[in-house]
């Protein structure tokens, strides 16, 4: 199986926030492969407002 070579971005909920590969611009094989770097559990859910991951976000939009 292939894996990633990022880390997976997890919600307390379970959704996926992100894979840090997309954020530096580069493909992940998606989120149901390993994950090299693993996997961090960020503490909230989708609907709150995450600060890690938003400034996650608003970094890579700019």
Do not use: K, N, W
Not at 23 to 52: K, M, N, T
Request: net charge neutral; glycine share 12%.
């Amino acid at each position: 199986m292939t894996s990633c070579a990022g880390q997976l971005v997890v919600h307390r909920d379970g959704s996926v926030a992100y894979c840090t590969e997309e954020q530096a611009g580069r493909p992940c094989v998606g989120e149901d492969h390993p994950h090299r770097r693993g996997i961090f559990a960020c503490r909230l859910v989708r609907g709150e407002s995450c600060g890690y991951c938003r400034d996650i976000l608003l970094a890579s939009a700019s």
